[in-house]
């Protein structure tokens, strides 16, 4: 018997975390939090499991929409097994200290008081179990119905440091969760490695289902691009902000914009970066061996970024050309990209440059869609900031494109697809493009809390 439901992330990018019974083992695939949502909405729907078995958690990588809920889950279930690779166990020991503070700032005085501690998180990383890449291991919940037990192997997602991909088997079923995918090579992680993967039903991410393959830009054409807008800003004197996300995004843009620099296609200029990044840009490093890395010896460090807290007046970064790499990638209420955004924004000069997808409901996504001359209402701001910067939005992109899902799809060659982790347009898009190339297959559009039998 195997069954699958939804308890965040359907037809939407938010709490993915979805449950499987697979022979009476209850395995949940990623524990995200919404990234647009604040405090207990943030969460996937746990009383969705409230009667089934719970035995594990995988978590493929260590991105909020991804990990975030663990704490929650682990409270819920005291005795359920987490299983990660090595490297997002080691992301994760940062990311939620960093998510629990701000999780105490959004609730009230009380609620807050109620959240599990800082030692609670040291204790849960603790007894993380780690599997590598390509390495089986053999699970059993207490309610397991069959002898044989199931063997989950993780392969790599090629989406940031330590992703995953996850492959469940057991008499002769198998399951294949995508995870965030990325098949193509960015600037420090190389792509998915998914050849000669089979699988029975695949539950595959659906993030630019909707998006034409020629709106997705090659990570190196983009490089150029970026090479040419860089050089127009300098020329005039002025400084770049780009909002990124500190885990992954920041580490493949400070080594596309380092190679830009020692190939001498932009100056060299100060880059500024903030917070939680730089520890993760050394467990990059650290890991850099360990995973598929385009250049193992490469060192996101030795990019000579400089800590922000290094600027005394936030008027100093407009005095000479500079790059400020700033988190939240969506211009997240409180970030410094929020905090910066509508300083850059009035600098003619200037500009602001995105990197990646954003939420629609995301200021990102309105500076993102926004040009010369137009005013933008920024959440917090009475008045709306009229833009004088030029905005550049570029498509350096950490997930597939939809022919890349359709090529891993046909690689995998299931019998059934279940799409999550996607627009409602993005993963209707996505199911018809595969029918189209698969028309013997079944496809299920996730949705939260429905059981599919399969
Ligand atoms: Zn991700
Ligand atoms: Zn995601």
Not at 82 to 105: G, S, Y
């Amino acid at each position: 018997m195997i069954q699958f439901k939804a308890l965040g992330g359907a037809m939407e990018i938010g709490a993915n975390s979805y449950y499987i019974n697979f022979f009476g083992t209850g395995i949940i695939l990623d524990c995200g939090q919404h990234p647009r949502k604040e405090g207990y909405d943030s969460l996937p729907d746990f009383s969705l499991i409230a009667n089934d078995p719970v035995d594990y958690v995988i978590i493929t990588h260590a991105h909020q929409d991804h990990l975030n809920s663990l704490p929650f889950l682990v409270k819920l279930h005291p005795y359920i097994q987490v299983i990660t690779t090595p490297a997002t166990r080691d992301i994760a020991e940062h990311t939620l200290h960093n998510a629990l503070n701000i999780m105490r700032e959004e609730l009230d005085p009380i609620e807050a008081e109620k959240l599990f501690s800082h030692e609670e998180i040291d204790m849960l990383a603790g007894s993380i179990i780690v599997l590598p890449y390509n390495k089986p291991l053999q699970l059993a919940g207490h309610d397991h119905k069959l002898h044989e037990e199931i063997t989950l192997t993780l392969h790599d997602a090629g989406h940031i440091l330590g992703s995953a991909m996850v492959f469940l088997e057991c008499a002769g079923r198998s399951i294949c969760y995508t995870g965030d995918i990325n098949p193509f090579d960015q600037a420090v992680i190389k792509g998915a490695s998914y050849k000669g993967l089979r699988a029975e039903i695949l539950i595959m991410e659906s993030t630019y289902g909707q998006t034409p393959d020629t709106e997705y830009k090659p990570w190196q054409k983009e490089k150029e691009r970026l090479g040419t807008e860089l050089n127009k800003v300098f020329n005039k004197g002025g400084s770049v902000l780009m909002p990124v996300f500190s885990l992954g995004k920041l580490q493949e843009l400070l080594t596309t914009i380092w190679q830009l620099m020692h190939k001498r296609k932009v100056p060299f200029t100060d880059i500024y970066v903030n917070g939680i990044g730089m520890k993760l840009n050394r467990l990059y490093d650290r890991h850099r061996y360990l995973v598929n890395m385009v250049d193992p010896n490469f060192q996101v460090t030795g990019t000579g970024y400089r800590n922000i807290t290094t600027i005394e007046k936030k008027e100093d970064l407009f005095k000479e050309p500079c790059i400020v790499m700033a988190s939240s990638g969506m211009l997240n209420e409180g970030t410094l990209s929020y905090t910066l955004a509508p300083l850059f924004l009035q600098q003619k000069d200037c500009a602001v440059f995105t990197a990646g997808y954003m939420d629609p409901k995301s200021a990102g996504y309105a500076v993102a869609n926004a040009k010369k001359g137009d005013h933008i209402y920024m959440p917090g701001h009475i008045k709306a900031i009229p833009v004088k910067c030029s905005i550049k939005k570029f498509r350096f992109s950490a997930h597939s494109s939809a022919d890349g899902l359709t090529k891993i799809a046909a690689e995998i060659n299931p019998e059934r697809v279940i799409l999550v982790h996607g627009d409602e347009g993005a993963v209707l898009s996505m199911g018809s493009i595969l029918l189209k190339k698969m028309p013997h297959i079944k496809i299920h559009a996730a949705e939260q809390g429905k059981l599919i039998d399969l």
